[in-house]
T-cell receptor, first 111, second 115 residues
Framework: GESVGLHLPTLSVQEGDNSIINCAYS??????FIWYKQESGKGPQFIID?????DKRQGQRVTVLLNKTVKHLSLQIAATQPGDSAVYFC??????????FGRGTSLIVHP | KAGVTQTPRYLIKTRGQQVTLSCSPI?????VSWYQQTPGQGLQFLFE???????NKGNFPGRFSGRQFSNSRSEMNVSTLELGDSALYLC??????????????FGPGTRLTVT
C-alpha cells in the first residue's frame, strides 16, 4: 500500500486500550471540524464531525472533544482494535471555506 | 451505491509533461473537490467544482487546472510537471459542497510520480 504519512507523530497502543489523538487548529474563525481515518492505499474516511457550538460529540466507540479556548481538538477511540490502525487527521472549515487539514497521527494497535 | 472512483490509480511521468486525472463522484453528488497529499505538506485543497463551475480554489499555481462535466465527473490537469508535483491526488464528492458542513466522500487517489 501507499505511505501517506511519513515522519508523522505515532501513537502505539495495545488492543483493548483507549486511544486519544490530538489536533491543534489554527483559525479561531473555524466553525466546523472533522476527523478522518486514512488506511494505507485508501482515501480518507469520515469518522465524526463537530460544530463550534458544541464541545463534545459521541459516535460509535469514538468521541470528539473541542476546546475553542485553546483551539484544540481530540479524538478518543474506546477499546481500540487492530482494524483501527491508520493515520488520523483533523480538518477545519473556516469562514473562507477552504478546508485546512492537520498533518495527521499514525495510530498503531498491537494485538 | 458505488463510491468515488479515480483513474488511473498510479501514474509515472517525466518533468515537463502534462497529466490528466479523472474522478467520478458518487451518483447524485454535484460537488467534486480535489486535494494534493504529500508527506511534507499533508493534505492541501486544490479546487472545488459544483455544477460545472469552479467554486473555490486553493493556493496552487496556474499549472493546476480542472473542469467538471454535466454528469458531475471531473478531471484535473497539471501541465509542465515538476518533481515537486509527485503526490497522491485525492478527489472527494459531496451532495452540497465541501463548505456546506456535509460529509465528503474521498476516492482512493491517484499516485503521481514525476521523474
Amino acid at each position: 500500500g501507499e505511505s501517506v504519512g511519513l515522519h508523522l507523530p505515532t501513537l502505539s497502543v495495545q488492543e483493548g486500550d483507549n486511544s486519544i489523538i490530538n489536533c491543534a487548529y489554527s483559525n479561531s474563525a473555524s466553525d466546523y471540524f472533522i476527523w478522518y481515518k486514512q488506511e494505507s492505499g485508501k482515501g480518507p474516511q469520515f469518522i465524526i464531525d463537530i460544530r463550534s457550538n458544541m464541545d463534545k460529540r459521541q459516535g460509535q466507540r469514538v468521541t470528539v472533544l473541542l476546546n475553542k479556548t485553546v483551539k484544540h481538538l481530540s479524538l478518543q477511540i474506546a477499546a481500540t482494535q487492530p482494524g483501527d490502525s491508520a493515520v488520523y487527521f483533523c480538518a477545519e472549515n473556516s469562514e473562507s471555506y477552504i478546508p485546512t487539514f492537520g498533518r495527521g497521527t499514525s495510530l498503531i494497535v498491537h494485538p | 451505491k458505488a463510491g468515488v472512483t479515480q483513474t488511473p490509480r498510479y501514474l509515472i511521468k517525466t518533468r515537463g509533461q502534462q497529466v490528466t486525472l479523472s474522478c467520478s463522484p458518487i451518483s447524485g453528488h454535484r460537488s467534486v473537490s480535489w486535494y494534493q497529499q504529500t508527506p511534507g505538506q499533508g493534505l492541501q485543497f486544490l479546487f472545488e467544482y459544483f455544477s460545472e463551475t469552479q467554486r473555490n480554489k486553493g493556493n496552487f499555481p496556474g499549472r493546476f487546472s480542472g473542469r467538471q462535466f454535466s454528469n458531475s465527473r471531473s478531471e484535473m490537469n497539471v501541465s509542465t510537471l515538476e518533481l515537486g508535483d509527485s503526490a497522491l491526488y485525492l478527489c472527494a464528492s459531496s451532495l452540497l459542497g465541501a463548505g456546506s458542513r456535509v460529509e465528503q466522500y474521498f476516492g482512493p487517489g491517484t499516485r503521481l510520480t514525476v521523474t
